[in-house]
Structure formats: C-alpha cells, structure tokens
C-alpha cells in the first residue's frame, strides 16, 4: 500500500551549512509527533500542506474571501485570518490572490519526481557535503527509507535529523542507509520532557543507546543536537544530565554535541499560522552563557573525541545580562 505513496514536503534547502559537514541540500518533511512548546518550524508539525497568509504581500482587495466556499477567511482589521477549523485546503483562494499574498506551505511530491530534485546540487557536495533528510521528523514517513536507499544508490552522503520518538525497527532500517545520525536530545528529565513536548523521552534515550551500537558497527557518524530554551532546556542541571547519559552510554561514539542557541525567527511563522508563540519576548542568550554550558557539558562528557560547541547566534548587545542558568 505504501510502496508509491508520495512524499510531503515542506522545504527542500540549497547549499546548506547547518545540517551536517560540506555544503549540503536538506530535505524538510513534514509532520512531527512531538509538540515541542518552543517549536522554530511550527510550519512543519502538520503532515498536511497548509495555506499561509503573508502580510507584506496582501493589497486587502478581498478576492479571496469570494473565492472560499467553505467561508474560511475572515478580514479582521488589517489582516485575512484562516480559519482552520474550517479550511479544506482546496487552494481556490491561493489561486485567485493577485498579490500571491495567500500560498501553499508544503507540496505533496511524487518519489519520482522528488530524487532529481535532491541530485540537482550533486555537484557541489564534494566529499564532505550531501543530502540532509530532516523535518518535523523524517522517520514518519513511508517515502524516507526509500529515499535513504536512493540516494546511498547514487552514491551520496546521507544525514538523517531525527528527534528519535518512533518505533526502534524504523530507526534501525533507516541507519543501513545513513552516513550521518544527527540525533536531537532535549530534556533529560522525563516528565520535563512530557511537560514541554508531550511526550516522556524514554524511548528516545533507549532508540538512541541503539542507534549508538549500529554506528558503532557500521563506523557511521553520530552528531547529537540540544536547542537551548531558556527557562527549558538551557540550564547546568539539564546539560549536565545530558552529558552524564552521553558518557554513560555512549563513550567515544558522538562526533559532536551541538547546543544550539535560542532564536526568534520563528516569530513570524506563527503570525502567519495565527498562533501565539509563548516565547515571543524571550531574549537570546548572552555569550557567556553559552560558553558555561558548553564548559559544563564539555568537562562532563570528555572521551578523547566528542566536540562540544554552541552554534546560532548570542543577544548582540555588549555586555548582555547573563541569565540564572542554574
Ligand atoms: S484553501 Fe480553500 S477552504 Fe481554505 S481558505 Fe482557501 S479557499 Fe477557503
Ligand atoms: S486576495 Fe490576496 S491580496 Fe486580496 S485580500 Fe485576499 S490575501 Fe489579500
């Protein structure tokens, strides 16, 4: 039943630096089960394309409100709000829109037409660089490990970006065919994680244990990824934790352990999405912040191999105010 079943893409990003070594091309497929409260692609966390709306780009001539039968847009002062609840994605009003103010976030893709797509870059990866299959999360879809096999097929350097809540038979099949696991660890705190993502860790920690064995095997590569949220994620006890379960489980088998520091770019895509998003006035982290807890996860976590860095970008102002990261 799944064997043509198409691929629902999100995004698929050119010349990328940040999802693994060399220039790469990540894939972003949709649909994620967890519900991360911090969410930077809330975009991503439906499997169905969704319709968006872009302020800068709307002349408020309301052809499209004419244009919905469902009666899902509702002109509200200075904006066009999409009732979702409403919404049947038929796209009439996308279709009518003069200013291409209102647009499908998210295509649905025949496999076949999906893989030229992803090798049109081939000839800048190099022997470092290749294709990131990332998301929501990637391993929900019946398409990845097709894609996987494809793409190893064609001799590419496969990464894999996952958050690692799925079954441990679907993890384990995918990394047959995947050079690089870049692998996400949020909370090490079980009901922490529950309370931030709605679902406990256990099974990602135990998937990732695991994984660990098979890059052992297969002398693969393992990255591991935690987002600093501040207030969440971004605190000694937390990273400490991390770097405790790392040592303990997995000792001269991660690559590289990247804390990736909080952002607000995100915030327009949840306007456009019509949702609140409760980090909305949260600042960025200081430098010195970050350093601590890359020292703290660091002394922590030494084996002789692992790397431990921060990655995004820390509040610019000189001399920002170091937050409590007890
Ligand atoms: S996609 Fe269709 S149902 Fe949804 S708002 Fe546009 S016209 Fe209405
Ligand atoms: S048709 Fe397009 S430009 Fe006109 S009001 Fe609707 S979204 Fe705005």
């Not at 509200?76 to 009003?93: A, G, M, T």
């Amino acid at each position: 039943m799944f064997l043509d079943s198409p691929v629902t893409v999100l995004d698929i990003q050119r010349m990328s630096t940040e999802d693994g070594p060399g220039l790469r091309t990540t894939l972003f497929l949709k649909g994620c089960n967890l519900r991360c409260d911090w969410c930077h692609n809330p975009e991503s966390i439906d499997p169905r394309p969704a319709l968006q709306w872009y302020s800068d780009q709307c002349i408020g001539c309301d052809s499209c409100r004419g244009a919905c039968s469902s009666g899902a847009l509702v002109h509200e002062q200075d904006r066009i709000r999409v009732d979702r609840e409403k919404c049947s994605l038929c796209y009439s009003c996308a279709g009518i829109c003069p200013s291409g103010a209102l647009r499908a976030r998210g295509k649905l893709y025949a496999r076949e037409k999906l893989l030229p797509e992803l090798l049109k870059d081939r000839a800048y990866f190099g022997q470092e660089g290749g294709i990131t299959l990332s998301g929501g999360e990637p391993l929900l879809q019946a398409a990845t490990l097709w894609l996987l096999k494809e793409l190893k097929w064609e001799g590419l350097q496969t990464a894999l970006d996952t958050a690692g809540l799925v079954p441990l038979k679907t993890l384990l099949a995918a990394l047959d065919y995947t050079d690089l696991l870049l692998y996400d660890l949020k909370l090490i705190d079980s009901g922490r994680h529950r309370q931030y993502t709605g679902s406990g860790n256990e099974r990602i920690l135990s998937n990732l244990v695991e994984a660990g064995r098979v890059v052992a095997q297969k002398k693969s590569r393992l990255w591991i990824r935690t987002p600093l949220i501040p207030g969440v994620t971004a605190n000694s006890e937390n990273i400490a934790g991390l770097a405790r379960f790392i040592k303990a489980n997995l000792a001269g088998l991660v690559e590289r352990w990247e804390l990736c520091a909080f952002n607000n770019l995100c915030e327009n895509k949840y306007r456009m999405l019509d949702i609140e998003w409760p980090y909305r006035k949260t600042a960025l982290m200081a430098k010195a912040d970050l350093e601590n807890l890359v020292q703290i996860a660091a002394g922590l976590v030494d084996d002789g191999k692992i790397k431990v860095l921060w990655t995004g970008s820390a509040a610019l102002v000189a001399g920002a105010e170091s937050g409590d990261l007890r």
